[in-house]
């Protein structure tokens, strides 16, 4: 597929991604340390480290990979020595790199490019309401984003659900290059967005927990209708698009 003339455009495109390909090595280091921590297979954790250092060499967002690392074992994991060895390579890892970038002069590209102020509570509160489609009402008051911050923190602390805290764990870690930004683009969002989701499939869940098998089938039918309704919509405004 990459030799074919046809598609080489598209191929040099995805390889120009590079918080993409950043993205792409930090899920596949988090899954395959899962699978090591499950299966005791220590090739599993091998992949997870080269995995690793290939998402540091990828782009300096990925400096979200060890607090990541480290929020899923005090979350899921007892903290004992082997929690502990299991990290430390990661730490060393993440160390390197942040002294890697301090003498090669990537930190100070960092401070021009990023704004260690309180823009990053008003990116907060964008970016956030942008997953819910409400980017385009302009919430970009610091009130609305302290509030959503608050909401945020009090959600972490007071919902005991281990997969919705390191979802919401997931979430505010990776947006943390994002939103020190000025503009904030979507192609920041990818990686905040693996958190929305994993908060998204939790609600879900708890919804389905608590309510009777005829209401969820009600629920479905519902869902699915205004489903069909949105993607007829869209597939409607996107021709009206073409013709414009």
Not at 59 to 83: C, H, N, Q, T
Not at 165 to 179: D, H, K, N, Q, Y
Request: hydrophobic share 55%; charged share 15%.
């Amino acid at each position: 597929w990459g030799l074919n003339d046809k598609y080489s455009e598209v191929v040099l495109e995805i390889f120009q991604r590079v918080r993409l390909w950043s993205f792409f090595w930090l899920l596949l280091c988090l899954l395959l340390l899962i699978k090591y921590l499950r299966n005791k297979n220590r090739w599993y954790y091998l992949a997870a480290v080269i995995s690793a250092v290939l998402c540091h060499l990828s782009y300096w967002d990925s400096v979200v990979l060890f607090p990541l690392i480290a929020g899923y074992f005090l979350i899921f994991r007892k903290p004992d020595k082997k929690s502990f060895l299991a990290v430390l390579p990661f730490f060393i890892l993440f160390a390197a790199y942040l002294l890697f970038q301090y003498f090669s002069g990537g930190l100070g590209l960092a401070r021009a490019y990023y704004k260690f102020d309180f823009t990053f509570l008003k990116n907060f509160g964008l970016t956030v309401l942008d997953y819910f489609g409400q980017y385009s009402l302009n919430f970009n008051s610091l009130f609305t984003s302290s509030i959503l911050l608050a909401a945020t923190a009090a959600a972490f602390l007071f919902i005991k659900d281990r997969v919705c805290r390191f979802g919401i764990l997931f979430m505010c870690v990776s947006m943390a290059p994002a939103i020190m930004n000025e503009f904030v683009s979507p192609r920041y969002q990818y990686m905040p967005l693996a958190g929305f989701v994993i908060i998204a499939v939790y609600a879900c869940g708890r919804f389905y927990d608590y309510t009777n098998k005829k209401r969820r089938r009600r629920t479905a039918l519902a869902a699915g209708a205004v489903f069909a309704v949105l993607l007829a919509v869209y597939f409607v405004s996107g021709i009206a698009m073409d013709n414009d």
